[in-house]
């Protein structure tokens, strides 16, 4: 189980806008570690899509962003579109486990 | 372009040793700042970091399987190879290998990824 707690799923209609948050402790987010967001499409690798917290990279749209807080991190996708439906991971860095984690996964679904 | 590429076994028996080559394309491991990581992910579920290595020859383990990596790299060939020991069929994978951008250690190209079953 990921020290990087996300929920299992959210959903949302064409153009509305959706958070998915990504809970860590003092030994992860909390310490100030970066949070990196990615998008896996079904059945393809991971995109990156928010690095070092709030950073889009070069072609992805500003509809995604990314904020951190304490012990935790969101990405936010505003005008939501079918494309968009996918798995979201979150990344970041423990000290405690001395490794790189991923989040626990959150599935996206457009109504 | 920036492009990876994942080879190895499809279907490993288990307590074999695991061999995947990731191919690396439009960059090079020796450049400043380059890292390669490995990264899985079992059917249905999560991702999970495996282990990396970086332009300087630093390299870093998942501690919960650090017994079992190796990770290397062969900058002539642009080649990084992991290998996995002790195979399991809780193993079972798709094995990504990803460029890691030193510094912030964001991950922003990857390959297509290799499922690798572990079966009798």
């Known amino acids: 189980q990921s020290v990087l707690t996300q929920p299992p799923s959210v959903s949302g209609a064409p153009g509305q806008r959706v958070t998915i948050s990504c809970t860590g402790s003092?030994?992860?987010?909390?310490?100030?570690?970066?949070v990196h967001w990615y998008q896996q499409l079904p059945g393809t690798a991971p995109k990156l899509l928010i690095y070092?917290?709030?950073n889009r990279p070069s072609g992805v749209p500003d509809r995604f962003s990314g904020s951190k807080s304490g012990t935790s991190a969101s990405l936010a996708i505003t005008g939501l579109q079918a494309e968009d439906e996918a798995d979201y991971y979150c990344?970041?860095?423990?000290?405690?486990?001395?490794?790189?984690?991923f989040g626990t996964g959150t599935k996206l679904t457009v109504l | 372009q920036v492009t990876l590429r994942e080879s190895g076994p499809a279907l490993v028996r288990p307590t074999q040793t695991l061999t995947l080559t990731c191919t690396l394309s439009?960059?090079?491991?020796?450049?400043?700042?380059?890292?390669v990581s490995w990264i899985r992910q079992p059917p249905g579920k999560a991702l999970e970091w495996l282990a990396r290595?970086?332009?300087?020859?630093?390299?870093y383990y998942t501690t919960s399987l650090k017994t079992r990596l190796t990770i290397s790299k062969d900058t002539s060939k642009n080649q990084v190879v992991l290998k996995m020991t002790n195979m399991d069929p809780a193993d079972t994978a798709t094995y990504f290998c990803?460029?890691?951008?030193?510094?912030?250690?964001?991950?922003?190209?990857w390959g297509q990824g290799t499922l690798v079953t572990v079966s009798s």
């Open positions: 290595i970086d332009w300087d020859d630093e390299r």
């Open positions: 439009g960059f090079s491991l020796s450049t400043f700042g380059m890292c």
């Open positions: 990803a460029r890691t951008r030193g510094g912030t250690y964001y991950t922003d190209f």
């Open positions: 990344q970041s860095y423990d000290s405690s486990l001395s490794s790189y984690v």
């Open positions: 003092s030994s992860n987010i909390g310490a100030g570690y970066n």
């Open positions: 070092a917290n709030t």
